[in-house]
């Protein structure tokens, strides 16, 4: 496996570190009950991360099932094999694409995937490769962010940094925060009885003058304008936004703590009986 560089490897860490419990492992935790996921079953999780979604997986098939985890960096690979507790269920961690899974036909009862689709290049490519590997009956669940206006904390952070650096930091990461394309796309890609649905839930950032800091490093690890910045780059936007946000920031942190909303998507769609044409 490619070694990461150190660079990814903090932002990896910071990831994990500050994201991952506040972000991503409370939603990944609805993503698995919007899958139903169950003791005994075969899940993969794709662009697995740090892997908070493979280790709740993990916890819920039990020892009569298996997780693969996916995922294209080494450094959130790294990290993932760091954080799992030494008596935690063995997860089969992988390096790779979504675009082309090393996994056999059918070896999986669900797939999952949290906040990676709209980072792939070819998103319906993915899809396609995830209803391959899924048992006919099987279950994709995704879960992507609600549009920018419903996030308000990352809609003024991403309208102040704009405004700095003449770039949408974040557009990736909300490229498909529609709901009719994410049916579209599971459509397109073969999937049937598919549901879209729409769920919020607030989010709280302890040590708010740390947060813009905390949140460009680890956001590095997934956004590339982000990952492309030097870190004396990273550093100078950070003061720009701590001053360009401070008034907004004061008026959302309450007992301490920034108290913001978080909106996605999560989407899910059944391999259907019978063979489905590739294109």
């Not at 799992?84 to 694409?97: E, K, L, N, R, Y």
């Not at 990736?172 to 839930?201: K, M």
């Amino acid at each position: 496996m490619i070694q990461p560089t150190e660079a990814a490897l903090q932002a990896a860490q910071m990831y994990e570190h500050f994201m991952v419990p506040l972000m991503f492992a409370p939603w990944a935790a609805v993503l698995l009950d919007f899958a139903g996921v169950q003791a005994g079953e075969q899940v993969l999780d794709v662009a697995c991360g740090t892997g908070s979604v493979a280790r709740q997986a993990a916890g819920r098939v039990g020892p009569g099932g298996a997780v693969s985890a996916l995922d294209i960096s080494p450094a959130m690979l790294a990290v993932a094999r760091q954080s799992a507790a030494p008596d935690a269920p063995v997860i089969d961690w992988q390096q790779g694409s979504a675009q082309e899974l090393p996994f056999d036909d059918a070896a999986f009862a669900a797939v999952l995937c949290q906040q990676g689709l709209q980072f792939f290049a070819s998103p319906v490519g993915a899809l396609r490769e995830m209803r391959r590997v899924l048992r006919v009956g099987g279950r994709a669940a995704l879960l992507v962010n609600q549009p920018l206006e419903h996030n308000p904390l990352y809609h003024r952070l991403s309208q102040a940094a704009h405004r700095r650096t003449g770039v949408e930091l974040f557009a990736a990461a909300f490229a498909l925060s529609d709901p009719d394309r994410l049916e579209l796309l599971l459509t397109t890609a073969g999937f049937v009885d598919i549901e879209v649905r729409a769920q919020s839930r607030p989010v709280r950032y302890a040590e708010p003058q740390r947060f813009i800091a905390s949140i460009l490093q680890g956001a590095a690890a997934a956004v590339p304008a982000l990952a492309a910045m030097s870190e004396a780059q990273r550093r100078s936007l950070t003061a720009q936004l701590q001053g360009d946000l401070a008034d907004w920031l004061s008026a959302q942190t309450e007992g301490g703590e920034l108290v913001t909303e978080m909106g996605v998507y999560l989407a899910q769609g059944r391999r259907p009986d019978g063979v489905v044409p590739a294109s």
